[in-house]
Nanobody, 116 residues
Framework: QVQLVESGGGLVQPGGSLRLSCSAS????????MGWNRQAPGKERELVAA???????NYADSVKGRFTISRDNAKNTMYLQMNSLKPEDTAVYCC??????????WGQGTQVTVSS
């Protein structure tokens, strides 16, 4: 079982940027689809971005044009570059793998807070 650990969260002002990393304990090259979920207080978990093994990507409408997901199979790491951050992006972000019809998070997640 590959373990996934998120990092890169923090406090940033509106309009700022952060890059989240999801480091795997083993190879991710065999993992077909991966993604980033987020959950804000009082809200349901939301899939914000996903990437296939071939590099195809999908984004939630709320982050299109601002967030970019990528993966480096050689480094066993997935990334989420977040630009033009808004207060409504505040949430715990976790990296997920796809299986049995849903994207499931495995780690604790990393807190992103967008506030002035």
């Amino acid at each position: 079982q590959v373990q996934l650990v998120e990092s890169g969260g923090g406090l940033v002002q509106p309009g700022g940027s952060l890059r989240l990393s999801c480091s795997a304990s083993g190879s991710i090259s065999s993992i077909n689809a991966m993604g980033w979920n987020r959950q804000a207080p009082g809200k349901e978990r939301e899939l914000v971005a996903a990437i296939g093994s071939g590099g195809s990507t999908n984004y939630a409408d709320s982050v299109k044009g601002r967030f970019t997901i990528s993966r480096d199979n050689a480094k066993n790491t997935m990334y989420l570059q977040m630009n033009s951050l808004k207060p409504e992006d505040t949430a715990v972000y976790c990296c997920a793998t796809y299986g049995f019809g849903r994207y499931r998070c495995w780690g604790q997640g990393t807190q992103v807070t967008v506030s002035s």
